[in-house]
């Protein structure tokens, strides 16, 4: 197959700061990506038709809404790699909208998305004329392509919740409307902004639902100490978001003889209580997503990987490999849900043959701040700033990466005045999470909330430091923004604290390569968002 039409562009690593056309910086083949964009369009299409049934008063049923889901999750960067996989989510898709069709009593109105159908030998081709490029207009497609992110970003966390047992119809009406929108060529760029912000308005819903998905499943984070050193038993390396693949996974290894480690965004897991009770889940092995072809090679265990951030599995580990959920590599082993479980034997049988970890290093990584462990710091935290002792909160959430511009984030760390607090969560935290920076009156300059979704509580916090400071504008607070970002995780969050109205944001490493010049110069003039230059000027500017 050859890369016509194929652009790819979704995540900070787009080749040239353009986008990705022969093959992904990810790994991703040209074939591999046009059937992507061959899924997003179908889900497009069953959407539309989703949307009219309701407009007819008709319910739509959870399994078409988790069908939706599933679809824009697997899409997201370093998620699914197989195109197998991709190729039956299609299929699966079309023969659902098929029987949803039959249900619509008004078609004359559905996009051509919606009536679509095909057999497998036309997909490619097919796939070659509904890809990126199809939107000529560039202004039109930058704006398409920033809802489309953020609704796979949105659709991560839909997931999470989903798996707890925790849904949203409004989330899912929302989700399929907006898809079915973005097939309509009548819309303006003002509609299409305001689309944008309403996609953030809904971020928020879907970070508030899974936050409550998590912690009444397993309770509200707790300050926790987590090791960073190994065991002498063998053991399972758990990589990804997926808690509830976890507590599984944790249930079913107790009193087996072997340990289980959680990695990148995994680390939080040690912050639940019902997840922390297991005593053989022994601490966090290795730093954020981009480094674990070296890390999963020197585990020597077995790895479970449950979302995205996979990087291209190495033939030296490739066989201990497990994938599960939205996330796929050929030549990586499968474990399927059945009836609500996943069983986990074959990792587990696996595993007991295995040498223990190589040891990386030793000490331990501080968590646990989410937005119920700082309210409880409230008193202290406003005496503080009222005092003089901090002086301003720096918010550097987000996401880590490959690009050795990234060391920008532990530099800025280092040079922050030992009067501010960083707020963090997701993987960018790695960068500066092990470096001692001390506290302020007990209060620890360096406050993780979690994972990248935990963005939620970094924005309770600040609407709570608000209220308490009497102030008629989140802007006023001592809050500074430097935020990295890599995948589409980080652009629903970037649209939810647009949508709280939050300015000054500073991104990093790159500004999106899917924003176009026009795109960009709105989002500088009404949110004055910009990127980030040298530590030196930075700190000046945010920080005075």
């Known amino acids: 197959m050859d890369s016509k039409n194929f652009l790819c562009f979704q995540c900070s690593d787009a080749l040239g700061g353009k986008g990705c056309t022969k093959v992904g910086v990810c790994g991703k083949k040209a074939d591999v990506a046009r059937m992507q964009d061959l899924l997003i369009y179908s889900t497009k299409g069953i959407s539309a038709v989703t949307t009219q049934l309701r407009a007819e008063g008709k319910p739509v049923k959870p399994r078409v809404n988790h069908l939706v889901t599933l679809n824009l999750f697997m899409t997201i960067t370093n998620a ?55 939107t000529t207009n560039e202004d039109i497609r930058s704006l398409r392509e920033l809802i489309t992110y953020g609704l796979k970003g949105l659709a991560a966390y839909l997931y999470h919740a989903n798996a707890l047992g925790y849904d949203d119809e409004k989330i899912n009406a929302f989700a399929q409307s907006t898809l079915a929108k973005l097939l309509d060529d009548n819309l303006s760029g003002d509609d299409l902004t305001a689309l944008a912000l309403e996609t953030g308005k809904f971020g928020v819903d879907v970070m508030a639902l899974l936050d409550k998905a998590n912690t009444e499943t397993y309770g509200n984070p707790e300050v926790t100490k987590v090791k960073l050193g190994v065991g002498k038993n063998p053991a399972i390396l758990i990589s990804g978001h997926d808690f509830k693949d976890l507590e599984q996974l944790l249930e079913q290894t107790e009193g087996t003889g072997v340990d289980v480690y959680t990695h990148g965004e995994m680390l939080p897991a040690h912050y639940y209580p019902k997840l922390k009770k297991f005593k053989h889940l022994v601490g966090n092995y290795g730093n954020a997503w981009q480094l674990q072809q070296t890390e999963f090679e020197k585990f020597n265990g077995v790895i479970l990987l449950t979302t995205n951030c996979l990087m291209p599995p190495k033939k030296s580990y490739i066989d201990r490999v497990f994938t599960t959920g939205a996330v796929g590599y050929p030549g990586c082993k499968r474990v399927e849900e059945v009836d609500g479980k996943k069983d986990f034997t074959p990792l587990i049988e696996l595993a007991k043959t295995c040498p223990p970890p190589t040891e990386l290093e030793t000490g331990e990584i501080v968590g646990g701040f989410a937005h119920e462990q700082v309210f409880a710091l409230a008193d202290k935290v406003v005496e503080a700033v009222k005092s003089g002792a901090i002086k301003k909160f720096v918010v550097m959430a987000g996401c880590d990466g490959r690009q050795k511009s990234r060391q920008y984030y532990a530099e800025f760390a280092k040079a922050l005045p030992k009067d501010t607090v960083i707020l963090t969560c997701g993987c960018e935290k790695f960068k500066f999470i092990k470096l001692n920076l001390g506290d302020i009156g007990g209060i620890p300059r360096i406050l993780d909330a979690g994972q990248c979704n935990d ?5 309770l916090i600040a609407l709570k430091l608000k209220e308490i400071f009497g102030l008629d504008d989140i802007n006023k607070l ?63 500017r945010m920080i005075g």
């Not at 790699?81 to 699966?92: A, I, P, T």
């Not at 023969?95 to 069709?101: C, F, G, H, S, W």
């Not at 081709?125 to 509904?130: D, F, G, P």
């Open 80 to 134: 699914n790699f197989d195109l197998e996989v991709l190729v039956g989510r299609v299929e699966q898709t079309l023969k659902t909208k098929a029987k949803l069709l039959a249900e619509v009593d008004d078609k004359k109105n559905l996009p051509a998305a919606a009536l679509w159908t095909d057999t497998q030998e036309n997909f490619d081709a097919k796939a070659q004329t509904v890809g990126i490029l199809a």
């Open 455 to 459: 963005s939620y509580s970094l924005a």
């Open 478 to 540: 001592p809050i500074v923004y430097n935020i990295g970002w890599h995948e589409q995780k980080a652009v629903i969050v970037l649209l939810a604290l647009l949508y709280l109205n939050v300015k000054n944001i500073t991104l990093g490493p790159v500004l999106p390569a899917f924003l176009s010049p026009n795109v960009t110069k709105v989002l500088v003039e009404k949110f004055n968002i910009g990127k980030i230059s040298t530590v030196d000027e930075d700190i000046k």
